[in-house]
Structure formats: structure tokens, C-alpha cells
């Protein structure tokens, strides 16, 4: 092997302060919840495919992405941590999954019951193949973890079906999926069971879009529709207005972004294309450079869910949808194995610590759709029904008529761990911090990479090295741009870390023996992040961060008025361990002043200044905000002088 | 008389730097302009009735609002400059407009061609008694200009008829406009003709909104549609969730409450009705003390055009409609003949001399539909189309498809002159500041007024008073909130105004003879205005204001990042008059720093503050923003400290 690869799920033990409990939350309540959800809501039984035209409750387009999602996250579960009785949920729902595939191979119960007779005549605005993108990622996902075929020969079915209608070859159709997710599943596909023709219609799909004629233009001409009447009036929204190799910047909705860079990367990885990389490296900068949310959400828009343009990043307005942070993430792993350099990964370490985690409750019952960075509570209590639909929710929620996001959130925090290692010939590459065991492969050396960790709160990680005999390899280890000044220990004594950086990485080169021991200091300190002076939503502002960890300001700690908040640019940060708050975090606090709006007149203007009185700022980390009483919530805080 | 009524248009004539050529504008370029339009739009062909289905440009719903407001400015223009060309134009309108009338008295293009059959079925949604408003109002002007009958007739059968279908007696429907304005219109139209009924229509459909069973409910089950399937979700959008008498903050439509509410106060002042007076107080109080821009602009979000929820008014996706700011000043002017306060009177200045002015350009041929108080620019030129219709647009507009607002904002400043003085028995009122000759009746006694000023821009006001014959009465002079020190004389003798100041009004009651003059002071400094602290998207902003008029900093005179500027609180303004520039207009200048985004990296967020540069900083009057070239525009300024 040369390809770096990320480690397979199996081969990665968590076991750490932070994640762990994370991880046992989604295994003991939310892997239940959603499935009983799921069943609640007709979704698993709508497979049964019983459903008839005037009964109540049809079918819904994206119900099986919604159950392969849950299917995947149960796979990565049981991976780690075997469970017969979840094993068992999974074997019911994929018996009654056989039900819904037609002797050709098609499996969309919507489509079968719901609207029959029109498969595969709106990939742009419908969900069949999104739908089964996720339903194979699942498969494959289950396979891995159980070895059981059943789930994976289905989808292998309707992969070979679908590879059959489209492509480029005679008598195919043009088409490749509205909502892109299939293009990585194929690959995905193509890597377990070795065939090639769901590598080449993933390579299709990838190329084939924004091709002119536009097959968008074309479906929608038979189906007797005008294309100009598209409901989002340009294919920027699905990312198919231009070839990939010549988009410049990062547009439309950003989960499908998301999707196809992942996917266009993993083609890239796959066949070795090199002309996908530039593309790739000019939509990460504009990504990550002009269009994220320092909490590493994306999606500025909740029109279309979607990137908007440079430097327009609206805290109260932000969509940032919990998917979308981590289909960032899902793209950054890709990035790392196509172009290795540790801007990837912090900015996956980012969405990780923020715009991810904070898409469930810490009990994991409850979930954001759009992760805002700005709530104005009592404005949302005051507003009429009709004007808070528009707004952000104020809270986490059970479920979502379009459910993604919780089921996605579940099956990312259950795979963490193929995040957090890569390996290569000659080298093992450690990406994320967190206690763990890995066994890597690099290639004619096995060995074991034991983590312990207490981050993201304590600077030191150990390492403990163990080749399965001694030999001559790199271990690299990310070094986080925001670390000032990281030191790094191999058996006690201090390594010169100028010399082996190199793209975000200190690399290891040596004769390691098991028991060799590396220990990495990445201080901490709580630092004032400003903003690009174009980001307009956040002139004025700063936010608190501390290592990946970005904090906000709650209203239950704080006065109501969130806004009316300035922290001076003198006052000391004060960060504290609180061991019993929001299951442990680390706390800031500094003495600030308020604009007094008690004192103010029964005027929206005047022109004399507020007066301002003291009062204490205390922060907490964003991931854990929402989940004690309901109120505002505000990252960018007013950065004043030290008269306030 | 002791009823206070605002003057008649033919008794004020206006005279003044500022306002002349404004009106001479409309006159000169903007009636011909928008009748052209009008023309080549289709909409006055619309009238003579000849489009068959299958043919292209259909007649559209509202196309008669639009050419009612258009004829209703010509009326408003012939009564103060006689034009036979511009008569002859309308009386041609006017001649294929008894046309599209039907045996019934019917009138309603669109409904008698594209829907027949559909008459009245969907007052929800349609505009059928909103066309109808806007044509009884131009048929009163335009009767009132010249007398012909012609109009007015056709408008008073179809009035008629609309009163034979609707009301509370038996067989009549308990229907209501969906977009109110022919509220206010039927008053007019019983003023001008005496009859009763068109009073007791205009009360009956104040009262009936919001009646349960609802009628829109009602309406939409004889549809055939689901009530709850309504577009905007809740009849708070219309005014309708509750009746009149009972709402306790402006909510919906902001151009339809101001209907509704000026409607209101009509009937209030022809019936007597003082039950509706607390609701217009309490609404009036929501309006201006919690959802108004400080350039008397309403409605904070395009979403539905409307009001969302107290202090929030967001400054880029403000909607603030040129519509709304003009009906906030309707509502003004009813709410000084019901309730006389300054206050009514402040708003109403500060929305002329702001909001609605911004509508249009200096030369009269572009508009804006809303008036945002930031427009960046940059960012609108670098988003693609389908993010780009998403905001607000960066330059006026030759004309909308839906174009309410061009010919709203002519009828407004061709007819300013009745919103300047109001009388009652003993007592003239001087609402507005304006050169002018005014003839008003006080009840026994005729006076005439002539006012001399270079209002906004000095601060002295002459009024030279002439009685018909020497007589004691009352000159009550507004004295604007925003003046600290006004100062008064009659005859040059010093007035001590602390005494006679009530509710915001001067009351110079005496024996007044040919030849009186009195002196009114208002000193003008150019002053920062303070956003409540509640108000999110202004925090830490400052507006610069002098007299009635708010202040904007342009890209062509400042750098490109507006929001990178910083007013320091202890800066001087330097106010001054630039003769040549956007015809004459005070500028204040300030030696300001912007935080430099040229010396900024390639990151979107860093632990460094941004380097700051002093540079100086120019704002002109917002309402004649727009008027060079194309760029950035913002109201609220960052405030520093001494250091930038």
C-alpha cells in the first residue's frame, strides 16, 4: 500500500473524558429515540410497502435516507461496541427493507406507491438517488460491522440497476443526482466489494454535472415544465451550473456542496484524477477563508439553505445546519488523505468542537437543524407564530419533518474514531486529539498507537508507540494553528519542532521500539478572536476561544440583553474548570459593562450615549449551549474600551 | 365647523427651495415617465378590454392601483398647476376606463377577463377591493381638480355595487379587503359626496376584520382550499387575526396596517367613534416606539413585507418600503386631526424628509421599493443571481412588477401641501415647515398664511399672518422634539414658549391683524442618535442626524468598507452646505480610523485586532443616497473611543 488511507472503524478504540460519554449517549438513548421515531412516524413501516393511494400519512420522499442513516450510525455502533439486541432492530427493519425493492432493483417507496410510473423524472428536486446513497452507505456500514450480506446484496441490486439507466454509454440517461450523496456512497461501494463499475458511475456522476445541455433543462422539458421556473432559479443550488474543475467559489446549498466535494475527492483518491485537486483547494479556501462561521458552520442563508457570498456571515440568521458542519468534516478527511496539511484538520477539529456537537443535546434527545450564532430569545417569544417560523429555533428539538440532521449527527459522533488516525506506507498520522487505541498498518509495520488525552481541556497528550517490531517509520502528529507555542517530548526528552513541521504536521522519523512514549504540549489560553473587518455581521466583535473550543455567552448566566454586553479590551479573561456544569467545561468570565436599557427612555433613539453600568460576562462552550433554561444566546460579543 | 380637518389641496400653495423642485420633478418628468409606462406595460390598454385568453401579457391583478395612483398625482398636480396636455392625457385614461366597467358597475380587469366567475371569491389573497381604493381615491382627486363628474361616477357606481354585495344586512357577504385601503378611500369618497353609505361601508368593514367565524376561513372553504394552506400561515399578515379594537402591536403587511390603521382613524373622526382611539394610541405607540427605523421607515423583513417583533430592525434586510413610510405619514395626518400631538407630527416629518424622499431619485425617474440603511455593495455586485435577488437592491429601480410604490410616492409629493396646515374653529395648525401661501378657515374667520423657510437646512421659519379681518384666534406652530432651544417672536418681540407649548404645539392665541409675523426658530445641530439597547443590529452604532434629517455614509465618499469605519465619540462633526452637491444638501464630515482590512491575512478570524488607519469620514442626507454611483450606503456608524 502506498494511498493513505484513513483507519477503518474497527481498528480505533475511544475511550476518553470527552468523548466517550458522548459516544455512550448516542449508543444507550439516541440510537433508541430515533428508532422509535422512526417507527412512530411510519418511516420503517412505510417499507412494508402497504401504504395505499387515500390513506392518511404517505410516504415521504427522504424516509429512507432517514432510516439508512440510522442503520449506518447502529453499524458504526456495533463495530465498537457489539449488541444484539440493537442487532436485531437493524436484522427487523432490513427484512422489511427487502420488501421495498421492485424485482428490477428499485427501492424508493415513495416513488413505488406514492407517485408510480414517475421514477427517475426529477432528479433535480427529488430524492431517489440521495435516498440511496444513504441507504448504501448504510449497507456498507452494516456489512462492516456484522458481516451480514443481506442489506449490502440489496443495494448492490439497485446500485447495478441504477448503474444501468445512467451514464454515458447508449441508450443512458444523463442524469446524476439533484441532491448529491451518492457519488461517495459509490465509492464507499466500490472500495468494500472491489467493483468497478461503482467506482466509474461515481466518477460519471461527478464529471457528467453541469455538463450542457444541462440534463436538468432536459427532465424538466419532459416532464412539460419550463426550466427557467426552477424554484431556486439557477443550478448554482445543486452545484450543477458549472462543471466541478470550473467552479470558483462555494455555492448553493451547502450539505450538497458538501456532498459532491466529498465525493469529487474521494474520485480524486480513488482514480488518482489529478485535475479534480485545484478545484478542490480553491472551493476549501473559499469554503474556509470567505464563508465560515467561526464555529465552523457554513450555510449563511436559510433561503435554500445555502452559502451566499464572500465575507456575508449573519450570526442570528445563519443557517449552518448541523449536516452541513459535518459534511465539512466528511470532505476535510478526504482532504487530508488527497493533499495532507493540517489546515484541514483544524478546520475539522473546529466544526468537531462547535458547529457539530452542538447539533445535539448533551442528553441526546434533543437537536438543532441550523446552529445560529445568535439567538434572540425574547424577541422569539414575543414574535407572532408567523414571524417566528422565520426565525431560528430557540431550542433543540425532537425530531424534524426533514429529519436529517439528527440521524446524521448520531452516525458521525459513532465513527468518530476513523476521523482521528491515518496511515500510510512508512507512516502513521495522528489528526485528532482523544484518548485512544489504533492499530495501524503502515505497510509492512503493524502497530499500535495508544492516546491519552484529556483534551479539548488539558494541553498534554501522550502517545505511547508500540510497533509490532522495531523499526524505522514517521509518526506526525498535527500541530493546530491555533497553538502558539507546542512542545513535543519523545521518552522525556525535548524534540526541536522547527525542523519537522511541515503542512501542520510534526513528523516523527525514527527507530521506535514498543514503549516509546511521545508527549505533546499544545497549550491553552483563552485568546479574543476578531473577524475579517468585511465581516460586517460581526464589526465591532470578538469572540472567546480557547484551543478548538469557541464560546458563547447564555443568557442564563448573563442579563437578558445579550447585545447590550461589552467586553472591554483590557479586562482579564478568567477561565475556570466547572466540573459540574454542562458535564464539565471549562468556563470564562471578565468584568464587563452593559448598556443599560432599564435606564433608557420610551424611545427607539436619542441622542444621549446609554449609560452603562458593570456587570460580570461569563461564557460557556458553544457546543454546550441550550441545554440548560431556554434563552438568548450570543458568540460575538462588543469589544469596548475600558470605560466599557 | 369645530371638526379639525387637514387643509384642501387647492388652498395651499408651495413655494420652496426644497420642495418646489421636487414637485416640479414629478410634474415635469415623472407623471409623463410613469404614463408612459403605464402605457407600454399594457395596463392602460388593459381598460379597453380586448385581451382574449391565449394571448400574451395578461391583465394583472393590481395593474387599475397603478393607474389609479398615477391619475390620482395628475389630480393632485392639475389643482396646484393647471395642465391641459396632462388633462387631456387622463380624460383619454378616463375615457377607456368606463370600458372595462360592467353592466353591474363591476371593474376589475383582470377578474372580468383572466378569472370570469371568480369575482369576490378569494378577498384574501386578490386585489379586487384594493384596485378599487386606489381608483375612488384618484376619481376623488381628480374631480376635485377639475371638476369633471365623469370618473367619479363610474367609481360611485361601482361603489355602489360593492356596497349592494357587501355588509352586515341580509343576503350580503361579510367580506372585507385583504389588502385594505378601500377603508380610507369610501371616506373620501362620503366626504366629497355626502352619502352616508360609503361611511357606513368604510365602518363596516373596519369593524368586521378580524370577526370570528372568519371570514377569509369561510371564503377559503367555498374555494375548496384548506384555510390553514394560507401562504403567510397566519391572518395577522392582513390585520385580520383579531378585530381593530383588540390588537395590541402592529403586525403584517406593514403598507396594509398603515391602511387599515389610517382608515381607522378616518372613521374615528366621521363617526365619532372614540372606541377605536386607545387601539390607534396603543398601535401608533408599537409602531414608532419599538418598530421604527430612524428614518421613519417600517417593516423589517421582506418576508411577507412586514413587521416582525419589537426592536428588530435589521439594517440590510430592512424591507421599508417607500409604500409603508408613505402610509405611516397618512396615518400621521389623521391620527394630528384626531389626537393632536407633535409626536404624530414628528414621525410624520421625519418619515418625509427619510424614508419616503429615499424612494426616488433626485431626477425623478428611479426608485427604490424598500429603503435599506445598509447596502453593501460589493457584496451584492460578487453574489450570483439567485443570492442576489435575495437582497436589497443596490440601485433604484425605472419601475417593479409590482410598482405600488412609483406612483404612491408622486401622489404623495404632489399632494404634500395638505399635509402641511390643519384648522378648526379659532385655531390654524402649522404641521410642517415649508414655504408656502395657505388660505385656511377657522370657522368665521379666513386667514391666510404665508410661510417663509429653507427648511430642513435653517432654522428660521417666517410666518406672515393676514386675517381677512383683524380677530382673535390661535396659530398653533409644531415645535419639533429634536429642537432643544426653539426659539419665537411676533413682531420681533420675544414669545416665552415654556407656557404655551401644549402637547408639542406653540399656541400663539391673540388679536391677530394684516401683517403679523411671527418668527420660529429651530436651532439645527448635527447630533448622534443613539439606538435603544435593545435594537441588535445597531449595537454600538451611532446615526447622525441634523433637524429632521438622518444622515448616510456613501461608498463614493468614504472608503470602500463602510463598516470598517469608526466614528470616535469625542470627534468633531463639521456640518456644511455644499451648493453643488445632490442638489444642494449640509454634509458632515469627521475625522474617523477604519479598522484596514488591506492589512488584514487570508483568514477569516485571528487572535490579532485589526490594524487601524485614520481616515476621514463623509455622510450626506440618506434620502439622497444613491444618486452617484453605484456603491456600499450605510446609517449606523461603528462608535469608537478616542483611539479609533
Redesign the interface.
Known sequence: MTERRAIPLHRVRIDDPFWTPRQDVIREVTLDLQHDILQKSGAIDALKMQWKEGQPNPPHPFWESDVAKWIEAAGYSLTTHPDPELEARVDAVIDIMGKAQQPDGYLNVYYSLVEPGNRWTNLRDKHEMYCAGHLIEAAVAYYEATGKRKFLDIMCRYADYIDSLFGPGEGQRRGYPGHEELELALVKLHRLTGQERYLRLAEYFVNERGAQPHYFDIEARERGEDPAAFR???Y??NQS?LPIREQE?A??HSVRAMYLYSGAADIALATGDETLLPALQRLWHNT???R?Y?TGGIGS?P??E?F??????PN??AYTETCASIGLAFWAQRMLLLDLNGDYADVLELALYNGIISGGSLDGTRFFYSNPL?V?RR?WE??????R??LPAAERQGWFRCACCPPNLARFVASLGTYAYAEEQGTAYVHLYLGSTAELDLGGQKITLTQEANYPWDPTVRLKVDPAAPGRFTVALRVPAWCRAPRLTVNGADVAMAAIVERGYARLERDWQAGDVVELTLPMTT??????????AD??RV?LRRGPVVFCLEQVDNIA?L??L?LP?DADLTTAWDEDLLGGVYTVAADGY????DA?D?????????QRRPVPIKAVPYFAWGNRKPGSMLVWV?E??S?G
Open positions: 431556486f432559479s439557477d448554482d443550488y451550473h467559489t455555492d448553493g474556509t477563508r470567505r465560515m467561526v442563508t433561503r435554500g445555502r451566499t457570498y464572500d465575507y456575508d456571515l442570528m440568521t445568535e434572540d424577541g414575543s414574535a407572532r407564530p408567523s414571524v417560523r422565520e485568546e479574543r478572536l476578531y473577524p475579517h473587518p468585511r465581516i460586517i464589526s465591532g469572540a440583553d447585545n447590550a461589552l479590551r452593559a448598556d443599560d436599557a433608557w420610551d424611545v427607539l433613539y436619542r441622542t444621549e450615549a446609554p462588543r469596548g474600551g470605560e
